[in-house]
């Protein structure tokens, strides 16, 4: 008869409390790259609108003819919802790519023992660069 190992229930939710600094990032990398992948299938699903334009398509936007590319960013633009995207997408972006240089930096045996002050300057740094940028990306639309 063989023994079995008791992890724990997996509706355990309290267990997060365990986690360490390490863990969160590694959590925070995996779900920012797997945002970023969703991402870019929306920006080419977009982007398609593109081939409609060069086949000379066109549509209205604000009473006035434009091509469907055009159109199409005109009118996500528009929208009070697609800038808080584009802010979250920024946030998502720029944690990843700080976080990824901090991996880099510890694969190359850099900064080992800061690696929680590391994780957290790169939490920091990204909530200041998004909260900067929120002013950018709002403007213009309307509320």
């Known amino acids: 008869m063989s023994q079995s ?19 969160w990032a590694w959590i925070f990398h995996k779900f920012t790259g797997w945002m970023l992948i969703g991402y870019l299938f929306t920006h080419i699903a977009v982007l398609s ?24 960013i005109q009118g996500l633009e528009g929208l009070f919802i697609v800038r808080v995207l584009e802010v979250g997408l920024l946030a998502v972006a720029v944690f990843h790519i700080l976080n990824g240089l901090r991996l880099l930096m510890v694969d190359l ?35």
Not at 8 to 23: N, T, Y
Not at 115 to 133: E, M, N, P, R
């Open 5 to 23: 190992y008791n992890r724990g229930l997996i509706e355990d939710f309290g267990r997060w409390k365990e986690f360490s600094a390490g863990m």
């Open 49 to 72: 609108s593109a081939i409609a334009a060069a086949d000379g398509q066109t549509m209205m936007v604000a009473g006035e003819s434009v091509n469907a590319y055009t159109g199409t």
């Open 109 to 143: 045996g850099i900064g080992l023992e800061a690696q929680d002050k590391s994780f957290y300057a790169s939490l920091i740094l990204t909530g200041v660069i998004t909260v900067a940028s929120v002013p950018t990306f709002l403007t213009g639309v309307g509320l």
